[in-house]
């Protein structure tokens, strides 16, 4: 199921206006989010078009979540950061995604608090972008 407005189902359009696809993944897709004030922030959407994991059955589910934790996982490996901070906010949009941000005690920007969805300080050059879609295809093998 597809809805062709949507950021995650295709709409090169809306999802240039933020992020840019990196793979798909076993149950969804790896997005590299633009802004990148938190090094390597990223968003795993699920593949079809569904509003929330309660819509999903049990398999689908433990699946997102085994997506969503091998990129983390990748992500620690990646960058070091002190942690992740995981968000799943969908009040206008029906396509269940999860942000992954990498928050990192050496930088003292949200560090301790909530992120911005789009703090709109540091966006990745096409060559940044392409390196961090290069280094987490590889770190996901
Ligand atoms: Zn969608």
């Not at 999860?98 to 911005?116: A, S």
Request: hydrophobic residues 35%; aromatic residues 12%; charged residues 30%.
């Amino acid at each position: 199921m597809k809805d062709v407005n949507c950021s995650y189902c295709g709409n090169e359009e809306a999802l240039a206006a933020f992020g840019v696809f990196a793979c798909e993944l076993e149950y969804s897709n790896l997005y590299v989010f633009k802004e990148q004030s938190h090094l390597g922030r990223v968003i795993v959407a699920y593949k079809d078009h569904v509003d929330d994991f309660t819509d999903l059955n049990e398999e689908e589910r433990n699946g997102f979540f085994r997506d969503i934790n091998n990129v983390s996982t990748c992500l620690k490996k990646l960058y070091n950061p002190t942690k992740v901070n995981y968000g799943m906010y969908n009040d206008k949009g029906h396509h269940l995604h999860c942000h992954l941000v990498p928050k990192y005690e050496n930088d003292p920007f949200e560090f301790g608090t909530t992120f911005e969805m789009n703090p709109k300080r540091k966006f990745a050059t096409e060559e940044e972008l392409a390196k961090l879609v290069e280094e987490l295809v590889n770190g996901l093998k």
